[in-house]
């Protein structure tokens, strides 16, 4: 039981380049979530899916692309990449509302 | 949708004292509130919770109260270890939507 994997753990993007940032749960959680944590800062949610199929925005969706075709797979993209994206992403799962919520390591990404 | 305030943002206690944290939600419909641990460049780790239906919950040193009718609810941490030192978020839940965090409190205890 691996919990939830995310990947790449570090990447360097230029201005204006794309990418997928991977996650996957093996918990057969229903819930799902991405976060942004900015040095010194709380997490601010970017993207949920509360099931296969289902996406909502958080706080923060601009700039950022979801889709949840499988209940353990949850990626992120990042349609066009701008150094204000420079952060940390979490990607969280739990299995209902009200359940413990786990988080990945967490991707550091830097765009230059 | 939701809002979170915790307080304060940094707290500073000698070893072995109290600290405590506030946070405090608009939702009267959230029901589950967690707690988490964030040490410097890790991910949020998860150290209490708890739910609408209690008011209190203990684990060893750590203990949550949860007041729904003032909606805040705080983190109390006895005999403060250097190990304690960390950022902790509290966070707010309505069962079907998003999880909300606070802005974090950085707990630097003192030897």
């Known amino acids: 039981n691996a919990g939830v994997t995310q990947t790449p753990k570090f990447q360097v993007l230029k201005t204006g380049q794309s990418m997928t940032l991977q996650c996957a749960q093996d918990m057969n959680h229903e819930y799902m979530s991405w976060y942004r944590q900015d040095p010194g800062m709380g997490l601010r949610l970017i993207h949920y899916?509360?099931?296969?199929?289902?996406?909502d925005q958080g706080e923060v969706p601009n700039g950022y692309n979801v889709s949840r075709s499988t209940t353990e797979d949850f990626p992120l993209r990042l349609l066009s990449a701008a150094p204000s994206q420079t952060s940390v992403y979490f990607c969280?799962?739990?299995?209902?509302?009200?359940?413990?919520?786990?988080f990945g390591d967490g991707t550091r990404l830097s765009i230059l | 949708g939701e809002n979170v305030e915790q307080h304060p943002s940094t707290l500073s206690v000698q070893e072995g004292d109290s600290a405590v944290i506030k946070c405090t939600y608009s939702?009267?419909?959230?029901?589950?509130f967690p707690w988490y641990k964030q040490e410097l460049g890790k991910r949020p780790q998860l150290i209490i919770d708890i739910r609408s239906n209690v008011g209190e919950k203990k684990d060893q040193r750590i203990a949550v109260t949860l007041n729904k009718t003032a909606k805040h609810f705080s983190l109390h941490i006895t005999e403060t270890q250097p190990e304690d030192s960390a950022v902790y978020f509290c966070a707010a839940s309505a069962s079907a939507r998003q999880l909300t965090f606070g802005s974090g409190t950085q707990l630097t205890v003192l030897p």
């Open positions: 939702d009267s419909a959230s029901n589950y």
């Open positions: 899916s509360v099931g296969a199929g289902i996406t």
């Open positions: 969280a799962s739990r299995l209902q509302g009200d359940q413990p919520q786990h």
